[in-house]
């Protein structure tokens, strides 16, 4: 990777320009010249995170180039505004230099705040990609900070899932138990529970054994043969009322989500226009002396922060 990919540029300057908040090239630098802005928390060095970064530095080297800025007056130090922990990782280390990126601006917010953590289905792809290309799972296991069995359990996260239950799924934090129980469906069921999992935003394995569960024998990957020789499950029926209720409960939720940005924008105008009527205080003494019922909730409108608060006071 160049090292200026995946970077964005800065806000643009006052000529119109977008400015790079980036040098383009790593430079190294020696780490006795790095001069830290703020200093680690205690127990750090037990942390699981520090022995993972640890593992990964040892088995394939530091991912992550740190982020500095040189410091005023040309005196060869440069401030470290991101990668504390991997600098203190490399000293202990006995690591002499490190290559980093040389900002622009000195930006001391956390880099790693606007990062994206790898969904399940991701972090499978990068596995398999990574094995095709000859590196071994126990290399793996190391850079990662996991076990050798983990990462052959990830690598096998998408065996015997539908494409397209994958692709709508590649974006979510979807648990690998979910898949283990994906897998006992057909094709088309992955993809209807995927859905339905989308559509109410809950990827927990409860819920996935419940869909499971509302799944009909003959849209199972290995359909059920009934102990007696019936010809269905005594809860046939539930099972399948069950069903019924998800898929209009998802209808009702979708038909929520295509109002609800409108909805909300009126209770906003609603409750700026309440606060801005009680800023008149003619009328709040009119309201105290006529209609105190009236006065109360409009206060109480009025200090609602959020829709969402106040539906919770509701």
């Known amino acids: 990777m160049s090292s200026t990919e995946g970077l964005e540029p800065a806000e643009p300057g006052a000529d119109g320009h977008v400015r790079v908040a980036f040098e383009r090239d790593y430079v190294t630098v020696d780490i006795g010249a790095i001069v830290p802005l703020k200093t680690l928390r205690d127990g750090i060095h037990e942390s699981k995170k520090y022995a993972q970064i640890v593992s990964s530095i040892k088995a394939i080297g ?5 982020v500095v800025i040189a410091a005023p007056g040309n005196c060869g130090q440069y401030y470290l505004l991101d990668g504390h922990l991997r600098i203190e990782i490399l000293k202990q280390l006995s690591f002499a230099s490190v ?3 040389i900002a622009t601006d000195e930006d001391t917010y956390t880099y790693n705040k606007r990062v994206n ?3 399940p289905v991701q972090e499978h792809r990068m596995i398999v990609r990574a094995i095709e290309r000859g590196v071994v799972p126990a290399q793996i296991a190391d850079a ?5 069995r983990t990462v052959r359990r ?8 539908s494409p397209d239950a994958a692709e709508m799924l590649k974006d979510t934090n979807c648990p690998a138990v979910v898949f283990d129980l994906l897998r006992r469906m057909s094709a088309l069921r992955q993809v209807e529970a995927a859905d339905l999992m989308i559509g109410q935003n809950n990827f927990t394995a409860m819920f996935a054994r419940a869909l499971l569960a509302a799944t009909p024998d003959d849209q199972l990957a290995k359909p059920l043969k009934s102990r007696n020789g019936g010809a269905g499950s005594p809860n046939a029926q539930q099972l399948a009322r069950m069903e019924r209720e998800l898929a209009v409960l998802q209808t009702r939720i979708k038909s929520v989500e295509d109002s609800y940005g409108i909805d909300n924008l009126h209770l906003t105008l609603a409750r700026g226009y309440i606060a801005k009527l ?3 205080a003619g009328v709040v003494r009119w309201l105290s002396h006529n209609r105190q019922e009236y006065l109360a909730e409009f206060q109480r409108i009025a200090e609602i922060d959020t829709i969402a608060a106040g539906l919770e006071v509701a």
């Open 62 to 66: 530091l991912v992550e180039a740190p």
């Open 99 to 101: 290559e980093c990126l």
């Open 117 to 119: 953590r790898l969904p």
């Open 144 to 148: 990662l900070g996991l076990e050798v």
């Open 154 to 161: 990830r690598s096998r996260l998408l065996d015997g899932i």
């Open 278 to 280: 009680l800023g008149n």
